[in-house]
């Protein structure tokens, strides 16, 4: 056979084979429902603490099997840090970061996002199975980056929050927070 | 009819001011790569819960560690390295030497931008890695310093441009040679690219570090970061691909499969690189889906480029293969001159980047990239990219290219030879394991000696990152002891007397649609065209910029 055949052949195969990749990808974002994080909505970041829901950070349930996460990333702490939902129910995040960019990951799932200043994040998920999981800021934030992370635990599907309507308790200043001002300077 | 690559096969000469002006950068590249692979190591046995890093002078952080590493690895080895190389080549190829004088002006806006990154980065104001991010703030010099760094790209790519345009005019309607057509398009397309990263250092960031402007726009600065850092994976790629298409077959004994689709290869590059930063940017909040979307599609379609190089090496290592005596589907390639250790850094260069580009493939692909995204998988896979396919095929063009440029025959083929097989070796080793702790949750960009958390089973994933790092780094020593004993200690009078360079099985064209592949104003043009579909409605969507984030020191 001649080179030109094969190439022809070979080129051909290439093509294919990335359409049928291609159309894998968008079957499985538009058709089974696997959601990038969208534009949803900004906000200033200096002024995070005093905006809802923000104001208000925790686990709320909001429906019969659906539950809302309002969540922070600061150096170098989320807020909430322990984050208990029950398995099949609808979880969505609501997520922003009120210094520095942040990463948001569910290790062994697909919640996988960026806390970004000035954007919120809003993320669908279900998580199916019961167990423990870490919530880990992957995104290099300063010196104490490898110190943040949190804990997501996926109770039995019958499980329901004692006070559905009290978000778990909450220090409002994280034990590692930098000593640190805006602006660039370091203290101390 | 075979052609050459090069308009003029016999009587090139390099004067010696070009050539100490090209040694210079290449010596500048393998400096910074050497002071990468070092932090390199601690790096790796950091993920092995071995702490190396403390008994290195100076260092503070891990992350200070690892800003060193992405920025000398990506930025200056890289760059300084096309400089110089592709100055070569474009000579060569032409016959028509680039402007000394503008080689050492680049040469010294390089050393000026390692010297003022490399203040803010010692002096510990800089620890905001390669990426620097906002509204992590670095010491203005970090960014002046990179700042300049790309001005020096500039000056190359106007430096090439200005010698073919000259080489135009004394040669009208004679095709371009395709060396030097590859080489001026890869600095076309990376012109173009870096536009989104001057504009967010010197107009956003710089003023900003200064303390002329008091807030940033993070979201804004990011995405101006990956509508260059995207194709700068390409940057960083097409003069290995020069080599790949020019030279290797030269070095397996065979030849060049087809000048047009070459062309067309680099073509493709230059208007799919940079419509595509989007891909960087899946799991960012503030961008539509539907941007990420296309950007995804435009991803796969800068896969073919690489398939079709695929093709062509494989078929010039072939016809080398067999002219050396290989018969049969696969013998071929044990007949290869595996004694050459250019050719055989830049083989292996290429099985490793079979596997760059498949887990590239699943990092475009979204559904997947979320479980990856940010995970130790990432450098797994670009240590198969960069970190060696690009990286190895550099220190193959070295082996020939430093006895070239110094008159100096190679030092210890040997040891050349064992130095690509151990950091091969290690790299697939490292990614082995940086890819598995990836894909078990396992962060990236993270001390994970002093990690707050951890799992049982990241245990082994760090240990082959280790391992696999450290025979990277013995890899990488037995090249730089190859490298200075060249340098310092050849033999004079064994050297090369020009650049290898092949010839093509099917010609240039002088009629008909091929001649048009020449006129990069066009292929600029639709570049452009494209970047405005790919950029234009975040853009209008995402404008008025938000300048609302402060300034933060966390390091
Ligand atoms: C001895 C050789 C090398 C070793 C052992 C090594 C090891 C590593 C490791 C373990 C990481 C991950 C660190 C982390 O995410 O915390 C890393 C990151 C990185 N490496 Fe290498 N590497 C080597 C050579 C190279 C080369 C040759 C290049 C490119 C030319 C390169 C480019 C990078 C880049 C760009 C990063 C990302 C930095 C960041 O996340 O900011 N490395 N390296
Ligand atoms: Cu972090
Ligand atoms: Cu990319």
New binding site residues.
């Given amino acids: 056979m001649s080179a030109e055949k094969l190439e022809k052949i070979f080129l051909s195969l290439t093509i294919f084979m990335l359409i049928v990749f291609l159309g894998a990808l968008f079957w499985a974002s538009f058709g089974l429902g696997m959601h990038l994080p969208d534009r949803v909505g900004q906000i200033d970041p200096t002024q995070v603490r005093t905006t809802a829901p923000f104001d208000n950070p925790g686990v709320f349930r909001v429906g019969e099997n659906e539950y809302e996460v309002v969540a922070l990333g600061f150096a170098w702490a989320f807020q909430p840090r322990e984050i208990r939902v029950p398995a099949g129910a609808k979880v969505t995040f609501i997520a922003t970061a009120l210094d520095v960019i942040h990463g948001f990951h569910v290790e062994g799932t697909k919640v996988n996002f960026m806390m970004i200043p000035g954007q919120i994040a809003r993320v669908e998920a279900v998580f199916a199975r019961p167990g423990e999981h870490l919530l880990i800021c992957h995104e290099?934030c300063g010196a104490g980056h490898h110190l943040m992370y949190g804990t997501v635990i996926v109770e039995e599907a019958d499980w329901t929050p004692e006070d559905p309507d009290a978000p778990d308790e909450e220090p409002d200043t994280p034990p590692v927070a930098p000593d640190a001002t805006p602006d660039g300077e370091v203290g101390a | 009819m075979r052609t050459p690559v090069v308009a003029n096969p016999a009587g090139f000469v390099l004067p010696d001011s070009h050539r100490r002006a090209i040694l210079c950068m290449i010596v500048l590249s393998f400096a910074a790569?050497f002071i990468?692979?070092?932090?390199?190591?601690g790096?790796?046995l950091?993920?092995a819960r071995v702490d190396i890093l403390q008994y290195f002078p100076g260092m503070r952080t891990?992350y200070q560690g690892?800003?060193v590493?992405?920025v000398v690895?990506?930025i200056v080895?890289?760059f300084a390295f096309a400089a110089g190389f592709l100055s070569l080549t474009t000579s060569r190829a032409l016959g028509r030497l680039v402007n000394d004088k503008l080689l050492w002006t680049i040469f010294g806006t390089m050393v000026l931008g390692v010297l003022l990154a490399g203040y803010a980065i010692v002096t510990g104001q800089g620890s905001v890695?390669?990426?620097f991010y906002p509204p992590l703030m670095a010491h203005w010099s970090f960014y002046l310093g990179l700042a300049l760094l790309v001005v020096s790209t500039w000056i190359t790519a106007a430096a090439l441009m200005i010698t073919l345009l000259g080489w135009r005019k004394d040669n009208p309607g004679v095709r371009i040679p395709l060396m030097a057509f590859i080489s001026v398009a890869t600095y076309a397309m990376w012109t173009l690219a870096s536009v989104g990263i001057a504009v967010s250092v010197v107009g956003l960031l710089i003023p900003w570090s200064m303390g002329l402007i008091s807030h940033s726009d993070p979201l804004l600065s990011r995405t101006l970061f990956w509508y260059s850092g995207h194709p700068i994976v390409y940057f960083?790629l097409l003069p290995a691909y020069v080599s790949w298409y020019t030279m290797v077959p030269k070095h397996a004994g065979g030849l060049l499969f087809s000048d047009s689709l070459t062309r067309v290869v680099f073509i493709m590059f230059l208007l799919l690189s940079i419509p595509t930063g989007f891909h960087h940017q899946y799991t960012d909040p503030g961008i539509t889906v539907g941007m990420k979307a296309l950007h995804a599609g435009l991803t796969f379609g800068i896969f073919f480029p690489s398939m079709v190089t695929a093709f062509s090496v494989m078929f010039a290592l072939e016809i080398g293969g067999r002219r050396r005596g290989g018969t049969g589907l696969v013998n071929w390639f044990a007949k290869l001159d595996w004694g050459n250790p250019a050719l055989v850094a830049q083989i292996l260069a290429m099985l490793t980047f079979t596997l760059g580009g498949i887990t590239g493939l699943i990092n475009a692909s979204y559904s997947m990239n979320m479980s990856i995204h940010n995970t130790?998988w990432?450098?797994g896979h670009?240590?198969m990219t960069?970190?060696?396919a690009?990286?190895m095929s550099f220190m193959g063009i070295a082996f020939w290219l430093v006895p070239y440029l110094t008159r100096r025959d190679l030092v210890g083929r040997g040891l050349a030879l064992a130095s690509q097989w151990v950091?091969f070796i290690?790299?697939l080793v490292?990614a082995r394991g940086?890819i598995s702790g990836g894909v078990d949750g396992m962060?990236?960009?993270?001390?994970?000696l002093e990690a707050a958390y951890g799992k049982p089973s990241w245990e082994l994933a760090g240990m082959l990152?280790g391992l696999?790092?450290?025979l990277?780094?013995i890899?990488?020593m037995l090249f730089f002891a190859v490298f200075a004993a060249t340098l310092f200690f050849g033999r004079k009078g064994g050297a090369p007397t020009d650049v290898p360079f092949t010839v093509t099985a099917t010609p240039p064209e002088t009629r008909g649609w091929q001649v048009k592949l020449d006129s990069f104003r066009w292929w600029m043009l639709a570049a452009v065209v494209l970047i405005l579909i790919a950029y234009g409605p975040f853009l209008v969507q995402y404008l008025p910029a938000s300048f609302m984030s402060p300034g933060y020191r966390f390091y």
């Fill in positions: 290099y | 790569l990468g692979v070092v932090n390199g190591l790096q790796a950091n993920y891990y690892l800003t590493h992405g690895n990506a080895f890289t890695l390669y990426t960083w130790a990432v450098p670009f240590h960069v970190g060696s690009v990286t950091y290690g790299v490292m940086l962060p990236r960009r993270t001390n994970m990152t696999g790092g450290t990277m780094f890899g990488g």
